[in-house]
């Protein structure tokens, strides 16, 4: 993966002290990170001097993007280029809307790589995924683009999925449609791969009248909400058999967390962030601060350093057990990954994202 983006190569803590001076200096930082600097009661130019530094910002609330003009959140340093603006789901709040110049090349190079390894790339692609604002769909689009492959869309509102579930009870309606386009398109286009979320990937091979891979589909790739174990291991072993499911942990903010085989018989499946672009820590719920040991549980954290987006110490609405280094990624992981069980996580809909 190094070979395909140099920049993994990169010592985290001499790219934290770059992204302080992207995002901090009046010359590249963004109108919304200059004038953050100017509140702040430490200078992150001179006072970040590695990775753990970041901690000096304290934990980062969301609530600080919503609303933001994205010309505001685009860096100075790519005035000149051109731009894509996605937004998140919405399932904690109002959207937040985040800016692309670069990070979705970086995330396509990282996937095709992993497909690479695996054998699976190629091919046309179903994507029944979030497209419109969301990054989901321009991520496989620009996915199959990369192997000259198409991405043949199921139009896909997950906004709309929460009205329904919120004003009726029940989204089952909107996903049967959902269905039923997914199902019409792997009858008549036969694609390699499909795309979908793992709520949506339960719905469907329930509904199909025969197994996937007797439509030709090589391999199921998924993202968002992880399903139980035991809804994993019941999807496999009923409806997925010879197709291989991948899936990855994450969202609009913190991108892609690559997902790693066990290497012990039994072991839970591994999610491993690359960095030095993102990292996720698990750590104590009573002390963000603290991480605690391998195979602990605690709650995620994630810190965002990208050229296009700069997030530290997001606190996400998940849990995991801590894990080490895979031979696949040679970084810190998470595993059995699962709603935080506080309030606040407790009302969070899911819906079929």
């Given at each position: 993966?190094?070979?395909?983006?140099?920049?993994?190569?990169?010592?985290?803590?001499?790219?934290?002290?770059?992204?302080?001076?992207?995002h901090f200096s009046a010359e590249t930082g963004s109108r919304f990170w200059t004038a953050k600097r100017r509140s702040l009661p430490f200078d992150p130019l001179r006072d970040v001097v590695d990775f753990d530094s970041l901690r000096l910002f304290g934990l980062f609330d969301k609530n600080d993007i919503r609303g933001v003009r994205v010309r505001d959140l685009l860096p100075r340093g790519f005035a000149d280029r051109t731009f894509r603006v996605f937004e998140t789901g919405g399932t904690t709040g109002e959207s937040c809307r985040i800016v692309d110049?670069?990070?979705?090349?970086?995330?396509?190079?990282?996937?095709?790589?992993?497909?690479?390894?695996?054998?699976?790339?190629?091919?046309?692609?179903?994507?029944?995924v979030p497209s419109g604002p969301h990054a989901y769909g321009h991520f496989v689009?620009?996915?199959a683009e990369?192997?000259?492959?198409?991405?043949?869309?199921v139009d896909f509102d997950p906004r709309w999925a929460r009205e329904q579930q919120r004003d009726a009870g029940s989204a089952e309606d909107y996903v049967r449609h959902l269905v039923r386009q997914a199902a019409s398109l792997l009858?008549?286009?036969?694609?390699?791969?499909?795309?979908?979320?793992?709520?949506?990937?339960?719905?469907?091979?329930?509904?199909?009248p025969r197994p996937l891979a007797s439509y030709r589909v090589r391999a199921v790739c998924t993202g968002g909400t992880c399903c139980t174990p035991e809804e994993e291991r019941y999807v496999r072993e009923r409806y997925l058999?010879?197709?291989?499911?991948?899936?990855?942990?994450?969202?609009?903010?913190?991108?892609?967390?690559?997902?790693?085989?066990?290497?012990?018989?039994?072991?839970?499946?591994?999610?491993?962030?690359?960095?030095?672009?993102?990292?996720?820590?698990?750590v104590d719920p009573a002390n963000p601060w603290q991480q605690v040991d391998f195979g602990e549980r605690g709650r995620i954290l994630v810190v965002t350093l990208l050229e296009d987006l700069f997030l530290p110490n997001l606190l996400e609405r998940d849990s995991a057990l801590r894990v080490g280094p895979h031979p696949w990624f040679p970084w810190e992981g998470i595993a059995a990954v699962r709603p935080y069980a506080d309030d606040a996580a407790a009302a969070v809909k899911d819906g079929v994202y």
């Open positions: 993966m190094r070979e395909r983006v140099p920049a993994l190569g990169v010592d985290r803590d001499e790219w934290t002290r770059r992204m302080m001076h992207w110049v670069t990070r979705s090349r970086y995330d396509v190079e990282l996937y095709h790589a992993m497909m690479e390894e695996r054998g699976l790339a190629g091919g046309d692609v179903l994507a029944l689009a620009r996915l990369s192997w000259q492959g198409v991405a043949l869309f009858s008549s286009q036969s694609p390699a791969l499909l795309f979908t979320t793992s709520r949506l990937l339960l719905a469907l091979v329930q509904e199909l058999a010879h197709v291989p499911w991948i899936d990855t942990y994450g969202n609009t903010l913190m991108g892609h967390a690559l997902q790693a085989d066990p290497v012990e018989e039994g072991a839970p499946r591994s999610y491993h962030l690359p960095p030095p672009f993102a990292a996720m820590k698990v």
